[in-house]
C-alpha cells in the first residue's frame, strides 16, 4: 500500500462533500433573505415605497464572498483532478478493451480474463481503449471513471483498499446492449493473484472440458450472449438455438443470398462479419479477430452444433 497518497474516493467524496455543503448554505441563506424581506418590507410595514440607494459594502461582500467560494471549489477540484492524473512510480498496468457489448481485460504477461482481478493494496493503471464505439469504464466503489476511445488509448489508475468483488459499468450508452455492458472487478490478496496470474488463459481446458463445453464458456466470458441468446429467444442478433444447419438469407452488400449455416459461415461470421449479415439484424457485430483464437473459435463452433 502507497503510504503518503490519499485514497481516491476519499478524495472524491471530500470535493462532493464540500461543494454540497457550500450549496446547502447558500440556499438557508438566500431562503432566510427572502423570508425576511418579505415581513420586513410588506405593504403594512411600508406603506408608502422608499428608493433605498445602494451600498457600496453590501455590494463588494456579495461580489467577492460568490469569488471565494468558487475559487475554493475549483481549488478542491483542480487538487483531486491532478492526483488522479498522476499514476504512481511502478504501478501495475492492464490493458482494457471494450466491445459492444462486453469488456476484455489483458495483463502484461498476456493473459486476459473478463473479470478485472487486481492485488489488495497495489496501484494499477488501466490502459484503455474500444474495439469499435465510445464506451466508458466506470467503477463506483472507487470513484474511477474513464472513456474507451475507438483508435485512441485513454488511461486512469486506482489503488484497491478494500477486498471483495465490485462492479465495473460502461457510462456511455453504446447501443442496444448497453444495459448489459457489465463485468466484476475482483480484489484479492496479493498471494492469491500471483497465483491466478500465474494461470493458463483457459483454465476449463485444464478442467477436462469438451469442445463444446469450452466453446459454452467462450461464449458467456466474451460476452457474445449480449447480442445473442441461446435458448431461443429474441435478441439484437440471431439467437444460436436452432441456427446450425438453418438456412438463412443474408446481405452481400446490396445482394440477397441464400446460405447454410455451416462451419465455414460461422468461422467467417466471427472473424469477418462485414462479408455477410443475416437479413433483419443490424451489422454492428466487430470482428473477433485478436479477441479468439483459432482454437477458440473451432470450439465455438462446437458449441453452435449442439444447440438444436
Not at 19 to 24: D, G, P, Y
Not at 62 to 89: E, N, Q, S
Not at 162 to 179: D, V
Amino acid at each position: 500500500m502507497i503510504t503518503g497518497w490519499p485514497n481516491l474516493w476519499n478524495s472524491t467524496d471530500n470535493a462532493f462533500y464540500f461543494i454540497i455543503a457550500i450549496s446547502i448554505v447558500l440556499l438557508l441563506g438566500i431562503m432566510a433573505t427572502m423570508i425576511f424581506f418579505v415581513f420586513r418590507y410588506s405593504r403594512s410595514r411600508n406603506p408608502r415605497p422608499t428608493n433605498i440607494e445602494h451600498n457600496a459594502w453590501l455590494e463588494i461582500l456579495w461580489t467577492a464572498i460568490p469569488t471565494v467560494l468558487v475559487l475554493a471549489m475549483f481549488w478542491v477540484g483542480w487538487k483531486g483532478f491532478i492526483y488522479k492524473r498522476t499514476v504512481p512510480a511502478g504501478a501495475m498496468q492492464v490493458k482494457v478493451t471494450g466491445r459492444m457489448w462486453s469488456w476484455s481485460f489483458e495483463y502484461e504477461n498476456g493473459k486476459i480474463s473478463s473479470v478485472l482481478k487486481l492485488p489488495f493494496g497495489k496501484p494499477v493503471k488501466l490502459l484503455i481503449t474500444s474495439a469499435d464505439v465510445v464506451h466508458g469504464v466506470f467503477i463506483p466503489a472507487f470513484r474511477v471513471k474513464e472513456d474507451a476511445v475507438p483508435g485512441r488509448d485513454t488511461y486512469l489508475w486506482f489503488q484497491p483498499d478494500k477486498t471483495g468483488e465490485f462492479e465495473l459499468f460502461c457510462s456511455e450508452f453504446c447501443g442496444t446492449g448497453h444495459t448489459k455492458m457489465v463485468s466484476t472487478v475482483e480484489i484479492i490478496p496479493e498471494n492469491e493473484f500471483a497465483v491466478w496470474l500465474q494461470q493458463k488463459e483457459t483454465p476449463a481446458l485444464a478442467q477436462g472440458l469438451s469442445q463444446a463445453g469450452l466453446g459454452a464458456e467462450l461464449v458467456r466470458a466474451k460476452g457474445c450472449v449480449a447480442c445473442h441468446s441461446t435458448d431461443g429467444t429474441a435478441a439484437t442478433g440471431p439467437t444460436f438455438k436452432g441456427l446450425w444447419g438453418k438456412k438463412e438469407t443474408v446481405l452481400r452488400g446490396s445482394q440477397e443470398a441464400q446460405v447454410t449455416v455451416d462451419e465455414s459461415f460461422a468461422r467467417s461470421k466471427i472473424f469477418s462479419p462485414e462479408k455477410e449479415r443475416i437479413k433483419g439484424f443490424p451489422p454492428i457485430m466487430p470482428s473477433q479477430r485478436g479477441v479468439l483464437s483459432e482454437k477458440e473459435a473451432a470450439a465455438i463452433v462446437e458449441y453452435f452444433k449442439t444447440l438444436r
